[in-house]
């Protein structure tokens, strides 16, 4: 219990140039590997022109997406960067798991906080890289401008990759806790979220109960709030403001579950099997 309260000391002793360094080594590892910058790039442009060529099919032939134009891209980019977020914190996690370099990094002086906030940090590079040219290929393709949703671009980013690193942080500890055995969860999580994150469809069409447990969480919010902005020209504050409280709850609890998981791999010494 002293080792977790300890750790939760997140404004005393943070070191930056340690969180420098580990995204710099981040940052050279994915440099080192052309099959990896690929693959940042490869996904979401593929998935945005198939996803946009066929809503281009159906708004040719249904008055309804011709009436809302654009919602279907942009669910396809909005989940892009929750899945990406999540998964370039992932990534960066999982190449300590892969090289046996865990166990080396919880011995130095590195802060778990110093980690987590290095993994961030490498998401959003990584998003970034696979973001960007998504964007563009919307545009020349598609007459989809991202910025075009101007300033609720950034409440809609910002509780996204909030959702993406609570999440990613969960993930972590329990491969951290469980060993690579648990691996799959951090590739399959988001997929068993995205039905009921209603990102292609509005939550009124899911039955009551599930429509319970949709408004339970924080991407939620942000897919509706995005319908209702390009179809209702729109701005729901409201619903951005509920996805920012959920986002607290959950980031505050994920931290807490990876710290927990933390000390227990210490304490049964699976640190130092972190590959296995």
Known sequence: MKSLISSLELGHGIAWHRIAAMV??????????????????????????????????????????????????????????????????????????????????????????EFLISLMIMSLIRLAIGIVPMTLLAMIFFDFNLLGFGLPLIAFFCNLIFTSWALGIFVSGLVLRNGLGAESIVWSLMFGIMPLACVYYPVSVLPHWLQLIAWALPPTYVFEGMRALLMQHHFRADLMLWSLGLNAVLFAASFVSFLVMLNSARRHGSLIQSGE
């Open 24 to 113: 710099m080594r981040y940052w050279y590892l994915l440099l080192s590997s052309w099959p990896r910058l690929l693959e940042l790039v490869y996904w979401p442009a593929l998935q945005i022109i198939t996803w946009g060529f066929l809503q281009s099919y159906i708004a040719e032939n249904a008055g309804f997406f011709a009436r809302a134009g654009g919602t279907l891209i942009g669910a396809v980019i909005l989940w892009d960067i929750l899945f990406r977020g999540q998964l370039g914190f992932s990534i960066s996690f999982l190449e300590e798991m892969w090289a046996r370099n865990l166990g080396n990094l919880m011995m130095s002086p590195l802060k778990p906080i």
